[in-house]
């Protein structure tokens, strides 16, 4: 139970595993009011940079689950750089399933919703563990602006057109499930570029060092169409964001 080896290769020099700069995370911290002893699950915790930063600056507490070892160490290990490892447990597992033993205050999934095989499944999931009046975390795409075709949608790493939606109806669909929306933020083009454009100095390197190894022809493709590809789509057109949300 792992992630493919191209994922940890791609982000290996990222502490966050989404398009958002550590003065984003900050920011979400601080617009959240997070109060010591807060009690967070956070499904999908990729690097732990999320709870340990929260943990060292708010004085939250809480569990991380990812299926990645490599990231799953990382967070450990992140924990204890920050001398917060007597507050925050992470756990290689598969998040998809997990459910808190007990009741948190905050529940989150940030940028990995097809643990629940979608938004509206992720939410439901996340439910599971929130005590009633907690805050859920949901980090997700949408389009910045209007696709002019399928090819531009596959290039933003959806099936479809229809897959993602623009930042207005994205709110509406929180409602239509029974929740306000209650902070967000959201991704620039900056924190966007800092997210991918690290990833192709971590595919060079390694490239570099691993000439040999079996996917290297898929690093080489990707590093070779990736920089102009991501400039052309994905930059242009796709929007992400994290939304904090609270059940009517």
Known sequence: MDLPRIFTIRESSHRIHNP?????????????HLTPGTRVLDLASGSGEML??????HGVTGTGVDISTVFTEEARARAAELGVADQVTFVHDDASGHVSDEPVDLAACIG???????????VE???????????????????????PDEET???CH?????????LPELIGRFGDLGYDVVEMVLADQDSWDRYQAAQWLNLRRWLDANPDDELAPQVRAELTTGPADYA?????????????????
């Open 232 to 248: 052309r789509h994905q930059r242009e057109y796709l929007g992400w964001g994290v939304f904090a949300l609270m059940a009517r």
């Open 153 to 155: 949608a596959v290039a």
């Open 112 to 122: 990995a919703t097809w643990i629940g095989n979608g938004m509206a499944g992720t």
């Open 20 to 32: 958002f700069t550590p003065g984003k995370l900050a920011v979400l911290g601080q617009a959240l």
């Open 52 to 57: 340990c930063t929260w943990a060292r600056d």
């Open 158 to 166: 959806a099936r479809s057109k229809e897959d993602f939606v623009a």
């Open 125 to 147: 999931l996340l439910a599971r563990s929130l005590r009633p009046g907690g805050l859920m975390l949901i980090g997700e795409p949408y389009w910045r602006r209007e696709v």
